[in-house]
């Protein structure tokens, strides 16, 4: 037994989302002894694997932002209770900062608070985001000319046709055309393929090279070739790369319904940034409770094959999602709950106001801005606003006022949160010293 393995845990963090994540990648990165635990790899397996900070503005405009940094006082002014209003700017910036820096050399994200990307999505949508991986970024619709967007018949939930026409249609200065082919040989023939399954397959130089074999000749005239995001897992760089010196053209991935690939590959590599500093990693574990007594959590406890495990660390740092996460809980009788530590939560006790009667409304959906009323340390507080446990953190989506659908903040809320809860226990430590 190693001496480091009978010291307690530094930080223990719930939720592999990407504020989970990035919580422990930045504190395992600092010499802390961290336990990384989940029940199951949260939304970045869902979402687009791009980061968006601020889409949207005001919540029913159609004009996607161009300049979150421009943008973001006036959302601040109008949201107070957005969690962007308790960490301030600065740790959205420094969220961001520090995701640039733990993916460097394993996945090439590019841009800046200062410019969005425009992303073509599966269904012709233009998505305005902050951060993406340069095969989504080389999509980009604020770039003009001519692009192909290619589909597979195997390949679920994925239309060129649909994608075109929209994009078309919204005379953004790109014209778009279609086309669907048969994907080779292992996947020829097969229903429903998913994302994941085709990755796989691109992974395999002779199944690119039939692709660019049943593309090349269709691509003439056309500036860039659009792919479904589902060039490759780990050999993604070499998937592009070949791609696009088989095409003689840019190469660019489209986001496709779940599972998202490129979410994926940023969970792979966050994972593996972790892994490599050091940290301890348990996905398949809920926590089931915790103790929090003298103004401080005591212990939680993990589910594991044969018992409830009581775990200890020096500081918690909670990252368990909101109602798609499983970090709030709801009932048909209209109780809204955090279900580790029974926090106390921000929501509406009479279930009838969670919904506005218009399902697609350009303002919120009340529901979606439930969670867990913290401070600005992010630490959870009572109704007067006093922490209830100073050792234990909230951030992500479990946060009150955090919805990410209006305004699309969703990526920027899990950084910026992350990059606070860090830089407040490292400098508690660096203050006790
Ligand atoms: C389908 C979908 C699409 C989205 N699209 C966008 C988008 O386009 N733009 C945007 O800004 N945001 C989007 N979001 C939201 C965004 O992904 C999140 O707000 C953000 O990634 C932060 O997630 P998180 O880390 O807070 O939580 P999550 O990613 O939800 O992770 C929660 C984690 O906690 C774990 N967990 C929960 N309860 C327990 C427990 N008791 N014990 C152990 N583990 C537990 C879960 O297993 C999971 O690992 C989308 C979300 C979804 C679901």
Redesign the pocket.
Known sequence: MKQDDLKPYHTII?????????TACLLAGANKKVLL????????L???G????L?YHPADSREPVHNPAQKLPDFLAERPEHPFCLVGPEQIRAGLEAFLSLVKGRLDYQGSLERNWLLPGPAGVG?P?CLAPVSLANGDLNTRGRMLVIGFDELRDFYPALISQNLNEQKLGVQVAALTIDAPWPIAGKMNVTPIELARAFEQPEFRQQVVKAVKSASRGYGRVGFPAVLGLERHAEVMADLQRGLGKVVFEVSTL?PSVPGRRLFDALQSVFLAAGGRLL?G????DGVIENGRVQQIR??TASRLKPVVAENYVL????I????IQTDGEGKVWE??FDLPVIAEADRHQWFEPKFLSAGDQPIANYGVKVNRQLNPVDESGMPLAKNLFV?????AG?N??VG???????LA?AATVVATIVDRISRAA
Not at 37 to 44: D, P
Not at 319 to 322: D, E, K, R, S, Y
Not at 324 to 327: M, P, Q, V
Request: net charge negative; charged share 10%; glycine share 22%.
């Open positions: 719930i939720g592999t989302g990407l504020a989970g994540l990035t635990v989940a029940q199951g790899a949260g939304a970045l869902l979402a687009s791009a980061i968006d900070v889409g998505h985001t779940p996905i574990s809920k926590v089931v993990l589910e990252a368990t999602g909101g798609f996460g499983g970090g279900p580790i951030t992500g989506a479990t946060l955090s990410w659908i699309r903040t969703g990526d920027g809320v899990a949160t």
